[in-house]
């Protein structure tokens, strides 16, 4: 029971802070809290619906918004739960965005809208020689690289994510450079980590991280690339330093 009464007094407090000093922190740690709630009633109307040109991922988009829309219209203080209070939020923002998508309407899917944000965030603009454009092709490469052994792999340490554990057919040197990878992304400075983690655990795409920092798009995606940069070369400076 002390249990039960003292998560109320945490979410109480996040709440408070929340209205009070507008902190973006309490802001990712209530929707954290809620994150799996969405993805069951995005689960629920994906298998009742089945809209043409979409997959689970676009309603999990749908519900994450309406997740955010909750939590930035609730009202603490009139007694209502939260997840009463999200539930229909969550519920209509799926059915609005699941209207949006009709057979004329040609969406791309949620999978390649990230690789293409993805994609942009890395490339390099600046390449004009060809062998800058080499360097830059390497960079892009290395970068997506990075984004595969970053995906699924428990950066948010949530119970309620897939099985990161490597299986028989990935190879010793890929889960060594996974484990690297997460102890590095801990070092990150706090808001590149914070896009990873959204980014590749939740799969929240950079509109959505962008709502959630309430920074511009263009903004996750410079946090993004700053990211992956540093990781790439911390990554690569222990690799020199192991194999002398």
Known sequence: MDLVVRAHRVEASLWRRLRADNDSDCRETLFNRYVDLA?????????????????????????????LQAIDRFDPFRGIPFGAFARRRIAGSISEGAARMSE???????????????????????????????????????????????????????????????????????????????????????????????????????????????????RISQLHRSALERLRKRVGALSERDDR
């Open 39 to 67: 993805r069951k009633i995005a689960a629920s109307h994906y298998y009742r619906r089945r809209v043409r040109r979409a997959d689970r991922a676009d309603f999990e988009q749908f519900a994450f918004e309406g997740l």
């Open 104 to 218: 004329v309407d040609a969406q791309i899917s949620h999978r390649n809208r990230i690789e293409q944000e993805r994609v942009r965030s890395l490339v390099r603009r600046d390449s004009g020689a060809p062998d800058d454009a080499l360097t830059a092709l390497a960079d892009l490469a290395m970068g997506l690289t990075l984004g595969l052994m970053l995906e699924g792999t428990g950066l948010m340490e949530n119970g309620g994510l897939a099985d990161s554990r490597p299986n028989p057919y990935e190879s010793l040197e890929w889960r060594q450079m996974q484990t690297r990878l997460l102890r590095e992304v801990v070092r990150l400075p706090e808001k590149e980590a914070l896009v990873i983690r959204q980014h590749y655990d939740h799969g929240l795409a950079f509109a959505q991280i962008a709502e959630l920092l309430e920074l511009s798009p263009g």
